[in-house]
């Protein structure tokens, strides 16, 4: 059943946990979700970023999603993921395929910010469709050079609780030192929590954490066995994304541990398999690795049954 983020972010809220936001490129990845989500009694936010876009195309990305969708009990978001181009967020709105958009204005002034996601939201809101926005530079904390640029580039709660009021948006994506990827910490993962306490005191708005992605040992361990290399990898502790839900965190977007799951479901196919050529064989085990992390996040978020 295909639904508003608003609507399940607002049980999630009255629940206290979060739902996760898994990012899709292709059929298999959205059956691994789907099949989490059935498994788990879970909802799910099944995202595409402009780059999903631009590879597989709107329409066909639309289609899987709403047959999927439709094939459910469980509540589905098809939700645009970091909308930067404006036009293009306006006809994911048009077009009616989605439930929710993010329109990503973090890379503008504030005003400008302001300014263009509460156009956004006047359109999306007459649709029924619900907006997700983003105030602060999603970097890892160790990327900036000193205190005073990690505060200004880290989301200001003051900052956010007017950003909100004034563009009415439904969700907020913070930046708290988390960091697309799967080079996020040289260290141990360090997330601004107090930052993170203060923006959920101020601001009415679910919020939604990005770069969430764990780069889990166990699928971390094929892939390196299997040639991959990605040694110094590192992502955000499940307890650090435990933590933040605690706070007040809603949505919690995952992209690369599927990415990582694919590869290493592949690669040790091949290696083991040289034999087979037919790709559904071949994709069969990745997908199988990305539902088990998919459900793997269900669980952390404690969204187990929510739906
Ligand atoms: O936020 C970024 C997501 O991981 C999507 O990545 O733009 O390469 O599709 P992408
Ligand atoms: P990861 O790279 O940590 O998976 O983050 C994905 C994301 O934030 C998508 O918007
Ligand atoms: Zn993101």
């Keep these: 059943m295909l639904v508003?983020?608003?609507?399940?972010?607002?049980?999630?809220?009255?629940?206290?946990?979060?739902?996760?936001?898994?990012?899709?490129?292709?059929l298999e990845t959205l059956q691994a979700i789907m099949d989490a989500s059935e498994s788990e009694r879970a909802p799910v936010i099944v995202q595409t970023s402009e780059g999903a876009i631009e590879y597989a195309?709107?329409?066909e990305l639309a289609a899987l999603a709403h047959i999927a969708a439709k094939k459910t009990k469980r509540p589905?978001?098809?939700?645009?993921?970091?909308?930067?181009?404006?036009?293009?967020?306006?006809?994911?709105?048009?077009?009616?395929?989605?439930?929710?958009?993010?329109?990503?204005?973090?890379?503008?002034?504030?005003?400008?910010?302001?300014r263009q996601t509460k156009k956004i939201v006047a359109v999306a809101h007459k649709r029924r469709i619900s907006v997700e926005?983003?105030?602060?530079?999603?970097?890892?904390?160790?990327?900036?050079?000193?205190?005073?640029?990690?505060?200004?580039?880290?989301?200001?709660?003051?900052?956010?609780?007017q950003f909100v009021r004034q563009t009415h948006?439904?969700?907020?994506?913070?930046?708290?030192?988390?960091?697309?990827?799967?080079?996020?910490?040289k260290g141990e993962s360090r997330l601004d929590f107090g930052r993170l306490k203060e923006i959920a005191e101020r601001v009415s708005v679910p919020l939604v954490l990005h770069g969430a992605s764990g780069v889990p040992a166990n699928i971390k361990k094929i892939c390196t066995k299997y040639g991959c290399e990605i040694s110094s990898a590192k992502g955000v502790s499940d307890s650090a994304v435990r933590k933040a839900v605690m706070l007040g965190v809603r949505k919690v977007n995952v992209d690369?541990?599927?990415?990582?799951?694919?590869?290493?479901?592949?690669?040790?196919?091949?290696?083991?398999?040289?034999?087979?050529?037919?790709?559904?064989e071949i994709l069969k085990p990745a997908k199988e690795l990305m539902m088990k992390v998919v459900r793997q996040k269900i669980k952390m978020l404690g969204c187990v049954g929510k739906a």
């Design 4 to 26: 508003t983020l608003t609507h399940v972010l607002a049980k999630a809220d009255r629940g206290r946990y979060a739902v996760g936001a898994f990012n899709v490129n292709n």
């Design 57 to 59: 195309g709107m329409e």
């Design 76 to 114: 589905v978001v098809f939700h645009l993921d970091h909308g930067k181009n404006f036009d293009l967020v306006m006809e994911a709105i048009q077009n009616g395929w989605y439930t929710s958009v993010m329109f990503d204005g973090s890379s503008l002034p504030f005003k400008e910010n302001v």
């Design 133 to 161: 926005a983003e105030l602060g530079a999603i970097a890892g904390i160790e990327d900036f050079v000193s205190v005073e640029e990690r505060d200004a580039q880290l989301t200001d709660p003051k900052q956010a609780a």
């Design 169 to 185: 948006c439904d969700a907020l994506a913070v930046a708290v030192g988390t960091k697309h990827g799967a080079y996020k910490f």
């Design 256 to 280: 690369t541990d599927l990415r990582l799951a694919f590869d290493a479901g592949i690669r040790k196919f091949l290696k083991e398999r040289p034999e087979v050529i037919d790709p559904r």
